[in-house]
């Protein structure tokens, strides 16, 4: 085998070939490199910057391209795993997959973001997205479907979308879930399941805790919509109605009996 190198002035390019195959081509557009299945080309100037682009053929065709690795067993997995690559079909969808999407290779087990200062090397692992497809922030281990270590914050709120289970909002571990506005704590539940608002902890035993300040301040508001009705009942474990706090249609509030008051 053996390496020519021509050079044609009418076409001001210079071709590379071995085995009687043209492999390389720099022409005044860059440089383009054609071997068995690998095709790319390079190319750029001084107003537009530069750009190496992989795939050479010009037809109207689906096509991809992909960058791929070696596998510690490459011997058996001769195809590797996939890095980056690109596919393109007639429906004028250019995708770009990350880590996979491409019959011919492996797949990566795990996608892996670093960053780090530009003084150190390998950098800190910030985002992990595993095998499963749960996604990890802060972790390399996501448990959840999004694993995140720190807190979270979003300027239009949650949307939590249940499912025939229901949604909802957990601590798992022996904390209070609290509740908050204007950056203040306004309502939380604490670890045995108590209620309270405007206080951190529990004012005597009861499963809601209320607290507010004198003055003109309300502790409770209980409105109904129409004329008259009960404001609260009252059940004991049997279900039965024990005591009703009600509003007449005149404005004036009846209890079970005066030793109510």
């Known amino acids: 085998t053996k390496i020519q190198v021509e050079e044609s002035s009418d076409e001001d390019k210079i071709r590379f ?143 939590v979308e249940g499912n025939t289970g229901g949604g909802y909002l957990w601590v798992s571990d022996n904390e209070p879930l609290r509740f908050g506005t204007n950056n203040t704590e306004q309502v939380r539940i604490d670890e045995s399941g108590r209620l309270l608002s405007g206080t951190t902890s529990a004012l005597q035993i009861e499963r809601l805790g209320i607290q507010f300040n004198g003055g003109n301040s309300i502790g409770i508001a209980l409105k109904t919509t129409a004329s008259d009705g009960y404001l609260q009942r009252f059940f004991d474990s049997g279900g039965t109605n024990q005591g009703n706090i009600y509003l007449a249609t005149n404005g004036t509030v009846s209890f079970n009996n005066l030793s109510d008051y």
């Not at 750029?44 to 910057?49: A, F, L, P, V």
């Not at 997959?97 to 290779?105: A, H, M």
């Open 17 to 159: 070939d071995t085995g009687g195959t043209e492999r390389v081509v720099i022409d005044s557009t860059g440089l383009d490199v054609s071997s068995g299945g690998i095709q790319s080309s390079i190319a750029g100037n001084n107003t537009t910057g530069g750009n190496i682009q992989l795939g050479i053929t010009t037809d109207d065709a689906a096509k991809y391209t992909a960058i791929t690795a070696q596998q510690h067993d490459s011997g058996t997995e001769t195809e590797g795993f996939t890095l980056i690559g690109g596919n393109s079909a007639a429906n004028d969808s250019n995708l770009v997959n990350i880590g996979g999407g491409f019959g011919e290779q492996n797949p990566a087990t795990a996608l892996r973001f670093f960053t780090g200062s530009a003084a150190t090397r390998e950098g800190t692992l910030r985002a992990t997205i595993d095998s499963s497809g749960k996604v990890g922030i802060g972790t390399a281990s996501p448990a959840h479907p999004l694993d995140v270590t720190g807190a979270v914050r979003t300027s239009s709120g949650y949307y």
